[in-house]
């Protein structure tokens, strides 16, 4: 095994050691699968590297129950509340930004698209006017 990953099979069994010794349990099943603890056995196919395996752990938590990084970051439930008021204040207010931003633009293409249709009528215009012009060339020289 390479040393990164000897590395990291080390972490998560220290992750795991740590998480069972707070009260917390090893999280859900899918973080459990990805846990690996050292047997200990130093006689493992090489030689000199241990052997791993994986292991479940001996306490599980229910399926719906969210973890916290640390119990200074438990809130109460209007701190909760609270919380989310000013997320959804902030996100109204740059709703409003990105609306009022798109407003302009929309105003901005208009007005370009007005400009666009005058220099086309006034173009058509002088083309229609050169148009009778050389019709009437034409008819006088055919006479």
């Known amino acids: 095994m390479s040393v990164l990953l000897l590395v990291i099979l080390h972490m998560l069994a220290s992750l795991e050691q740590f998480m069972l010794s707070s009260g917390r349990g090893t999280g859900e099943p899918c973080v459990q699968k990805l846990i690996m603890a050292v047997t200990g056995d130093e006689t493992a196919a090489t030689g000199d590297m241990p052997a791993y395996q994986i292991r479940t752990p001996s306490?599980?938590?229910?399926?719906?129950?969210?973890?916290?990084?640390?119990?200074?970051?438990?809130?109460?439930?209007?701190?909760?509340?609270?919380?989310?008021?000013?997320?959804?204040?902030?996100?109204?207010?740059?709703?409003?930004?990105?609306?009022?931003?798109?407003?302009?633009?929309?105003?901005?293409?208009?007005?370009?698209?007005?400009?666009?249709?005058?220099?086309?009528?006034?173009?058509?215009?002088?083309?229609?006017?050169?148009?009778?012009a050389l019709k009437d060339l034409y008819c006088h020289k055919a006479e």
């Open 59 to 132: 306490t599980t938590i229910p399926q719906g129950v969210v973890m916290t990084a640390s119990p200074g970051t438990l809130h109460s439930p209007q701190q909760l509340a609270e919380e989310a008021t000013r997320k959804r204040e902030l996100r109204l207010m740059k709703n409003r930004e990105a609306a009022r931003e798109c407003r302009r633009k929309k105003k901005e293409y208009v007005k370009c698209l007005e400009n666009r249709v005058a220099v086309l009528e006034n173009q058509n215009k002088t083309l229609i006017e050169e148009l009778k």
